[in-house]
């Protein structure tokens, strides 16, 4: 663990290792024993063999979809030509999204995916409704008591452990320091191109619209690296645009239908209104927490004295650089965690299901009643609507999303979970990973920035392009510069203005130079 966090071992440390492993050990033992007692929705319907499957491969999948988009973010200022004999796979992804806006499609796309998955995940593993209510004591597996069953079961820890720690964190922290083995097999290149697939669908068209409005309202525009479209891409570009309006409209509707009626896997005896009223607060606190990200982004490239005057953005900048940017990281932790919570408790709410004798929601034929009952309209919403849209609003008004309270008290949240070391288990997994695949540090192969940049090699910062209008994500856990020099810009603004314009120069074009 020491060589994916850069620190040594400590007493704090070890503990945290060990408690978060062992709270993961037990949690994904639970949820096997659910599945294999066939109490959750898919064992019963597929059978225990069935629910392994669709859970594990979803668990496996979702952490390429993590660890992919690591790597292709950090690949994609580096020049492709220093690892195309000693990495042809990430080469071939690599050269495929810094191509023209092929990398906002592909996080567009994959933010759709994540959301699939944490679906499909907790259908798969997650607790059977009963028809009278979702009391812990309907639960029966191995003699335990409500207390545990209540804590793992009824609040969605237990599933909460395993796809945070199994399924994301363990291939970030992996993908952050090792991009180039990450993403150098064809599955990686799979994801690649279903994430394309999905965006190229149009079924997120409608945030594009979103992107419209926010950029207009910002005064800003979008800067394409593509070629004015033909008449017949625009016209295909809003078909799709006003279909994915329709179809996100359309499942407000079925999940609104589904809550006034009672007909989802919301808990029982709890009201349509309030079941409505805690479907919006979680939808909003998603989105605060997914905007962010990307707010911290846009302000971690703007000197201290560009950052406006309120309170709140001063209070919540202090806190987020606060040791050299140590709490960047930790935020990204605590983030994770509490947007897998939300998503658990968004799939609960949104998953439609009928009782006996119930008709079909707006008369549809039953397969599409079936397709109702996946939880995909509120993965599809929660995209959309909790994620994007929210990302997009971040990266056109950073200051002003920075200037809310709300937005500090999450921070402050964020940093509270990863302080308590309860997904440290992740380095663990990450570790054992790392050890067995074999990966090692990019360096090894590319070398650092600055040897890069020695060779005439230097990275393109303009690939990754960046404000109002785009989603890339902030870095999770690396922070490219040493302790000490970190340390020495915080103390010292002329250092700090003077490490940025060596930055700038660097990344000008030799023609530039010349």
């Known amino acids: 663990m020491p060589d994916q966090t850069e620190e040594a071992l400590t007493a704090v440390s070890t503990f945290k290792y060990a408690y978060s492993t062992c709270l993961l050990v037990f949690s994904v033992t639970l949820i096997m024993g659910l599945i294999g007692t066939k109490q959750t929705s898919l064992s019963q319907g597929a059978g225990p063999v069935g629910a392994y499957f669709a859970i594990w491969g979803g668990i496996i999948w979702l952490t390429m979809v993590e660890g992919t988009q690591g790597s292709l973010v950090g690949l994609a200022p580096v020049n492709p030509e220093l690892y195309k004999d000693s990495h042809p796979i990430a080469f071939l992804c690599n050269k495929v999204t810094i191509k023209g806006e092929n990398l906002n499609r592909y996080l567009m796309g994959r933010q759709f995916m994540v959301c699939m998955i944490v679906f499909l995940i907790n259908i798969s593993g997650g607790p059977l409704p009963d028809p009278d209510g979702d009391s812990p004591e309907e639960i029966t597996l191995w003699g335990f008591g409500n207390i545990i069953k209540n804590i793992f079961f009824t609040t969605g ?168 940017g140590n709490n960047l990281p930790g935020f990204m932790i605590g983030r994770q965690l509490s947007v897998v919570t939300c998503m658990f408790f968004v799939a609960r709410v949104t998953s439609v299901k009928l009782k006996d004798g119930e008709e079909n929601i707006f008369g549809v034929p039953d397969v599409v009643q079936e397709l109702f009952n996946t939880g995909l309209l509120g993965a599809l919403m929660l995209t959309i609507v909790g994620s994007i849209a929210w990302q997009l609003v971040a990266s056109a008004f950073p200051i002003a999303f920075l200037s809310s309270p709300i937005t500090y008290v999450f921070l402050q949240i964020c940093l509270f979970f990863e302080a308590t070391g309860v997904c440290a288990g992740a380095w663990v997994i990450a570790y054992i990973h790392k050890t067995i695949a074999g990966f090692q540090k990019d360096e090894v192969y590319i070398g650092t920035s600055e040897e890069r940049a020695m060779k005439n090699m230097n990275d393109d910062s303009k690939r990754l392009p960046s404000g109002a209008g785009f989603i890339n994500p902030l870095p999770a856990f690396k922070i490219a510069a040493p302790k000490s020099l970190k340390a020495l810009m915080e103390s010292d603004e002329a250092v700090a203005a003077f490490v940025r314009a060596l930055s700038q120069a660097s990344l000008k074009p030799a023609t530039e130079e010349s």
Request: proline content about 2%.
């Open 157 to 324: 820890l237990a599933m909460v452990f395993l796809t945070c720690m199994c399924g994301q964190l363990n291939s970030q922290v992996n993908a952050s320091f090792c991009m180039l083995d990450y993403c150098n097999n064809y599955f990686a290149v799979f994801t690649m191109w279903f994430a394309l697939a999905v965006e190229m669908s149009g079924l997120l068209h409608s945030s594009y619209l979103i992107q419209m409005l926010v950029v207009k309202l910002s005064g800003q525009e979008v800067k394409s690296r593509e070629a004015p479209r033909t008449a017949f891409q625009s016209f295909f570009f809003w078909f799709r645009c006003l279909a994915s309006l329709a179809i996100l409209c359309f499942c407000f509707a079925v999940t609104f239908v589904a809550l006034f009626n009672g007909q989802t896997t919301m808990w029982d005896g709890v009201p349509a209104s309030v079941a409505l009223v805690i479907f919006l607060i979680l939808m909003t606190i998603v989105g605060m927490l997914e905007g962010m990200q990307i707010a911290f982004f846009a302000v971690a490239k703007i000197p201290a004295s560009e950052r406006g005057d309120s309170y709140f953005a001063k209070k919540t900048c202090d806190l987020l650089f606060h040791g050299g």
